[in-house]
Nanobody, 119 residues
Framework: QVQLVESGGGLVQPGGSLRLSCAAS????????MTWYRQTPGKERELVAG???????NYADSAKGRFTISRDNARNTLYLQMNSLKPADTGVYYC?????????????WGQGTQVTVSS
């Protein structure tokens, strides 16, 4: 059974930092493309940062220079270090794993963790 469990969200003041974690079981983060998404009420989920199996990384323009995605293969965990947080970063953050198979792309999602940036 595949599980992705996000943690590390919370309430933080503007300018603060948070480190999100996504602990995986049933899959290996090293052989999946891993992505962080954010969702706010009334909007679709938007990509925040992603890392491929080869280690290629991409960020949303809003995250560049402030967020860092990484993974620890030994701990089978994906991370998102978020610095200089802004109220616009508020939302539910989800991690997603993606892997191509003979039948198509297989995606798994976590349950999300709430991040609120407010003074």
């Amino acid at each position: 059974q595949v599980q992705l469990v996000e943690s590390g969200g919370g309430l933080v003041q503007p300018g603060g930092s948070l480190r999100l974690s996504c602990a995986a079981s049933g899959i290996s983060v090293s052989v999946n493309d891993m992505t962080w998404y954010r969702q706010t009420p009334g909007k679709e989920r938007e990509l925040v940062a992603g890392i491929t199996t080869e280690g290629s990384i991409n960020y949303a323009d809003s995250a560049k220079g402030r967020f860092t995605i990484s993974r620890d293969n030994a701990r089978n965990t994906l991370y998102l270090q978020m610095n200089s947080l802004k109220p616009a970063d508020t939302g539910v953050y989800y991690c997603r794993s993606s892997r191509s198979s003979w039948s198509g792309v297989i995606n798994y999602w976590g349950q999300g963790t709430q991040v609120t940036v407010s003074s």
